[in-house]
Each structure stands twice: as C-alpha cells, then as structure tokens.
C-alpha cells in the first residue's frame, strides 16, 4: 500500500493497483516489446508461473510524498531509445498524476534488450 498525504487527508493506493497501471501505460508506447523481470524476487517467480508476470519490471520506491519508478523493458530494434525512454516518463508521470492523483519525483527507464 503506497499512502500519500495531501491537502485532504492521507490517500491509500494499492501497490498492485499502481505496478498495473505503469506496465500498461508503458506497454502501450511506441517501440516497447515488453516489460522484463528484474532482481531474485520477479526471477523466482517467473520460474514458478507458466508465463511472466504482466507487473515485472516496475519498481516502485517512495521518497516522502513523490514515487520514483524503475521500469525495466525491451525495445524494438530501429527505434530512437532515448525518444522512447523520455515518451515513457512523461506518459508514466502524467498517467499516475491524473488517474491516481500522486505526485512523481522521477521514472527511470532502462533498456534492458532488443528485438526485431
């Protein structure tokens, strides 16, 4: 559970609700193949599930009131990368602001592959 306070009061989000959230909206960029597991805890688990989680590769930190996102993804070879990468932070910040009213710090992105 992610809580952020505000003007109003204190705000509750559910972590899973918000990883969701940034893997769709990075996904539907231009240019991104998929989103890649990252660290012992997304690899163990992908041994145990048939198929990758949908959430794998977003990490989520919180710093006071501001998330800070790492997002872990593959990239169409051909494509302009940092252009991809900055189109995902923008998207990805605007999108958590809007749909869940939270504030972010900074989405990190990191291009972990590419495929044809």
Do not use: P, W
């Not at 204190?10 to 899973?16: A, D, E, L, W």
């Not at 012992?40 to 041994?47: D, I, P």
């Not at 872990?72 to 932070?89: L, P, R």
């Amino acid at each position: 559970m992610i809580k952020v306070n505000n003007h109003i009061g204190t705000i509750g989000v559910s972590s899973k609700y918000l990883r969701s959230l940034i893997a769709q909206t990075a996904q539907s960029c231009f240019g991104v193949s998929g989103m890649n597991s990252y660290g012992a805890v997304q690899s163990v688990g992908n041994l145990f599930r048939r198929r990758s989680g949908e959430n794998d590769g977003v990490i989520i930190h919180q710093n006071d009131n501001k998330l800070v996102i790492d997002l872990h993804i593959t990239v169409t070879y051909g494509v302009n990368v940092g252009a991809i990468s900055e189109s995902i932070a923008h998207k990805v910040s605007y999108v958590l602001t809007d749909r869940a009213g939270i504030e972010v710090e900074s989405v990190n992105v990191f291009v972990d592959a590419l495929v044809d």
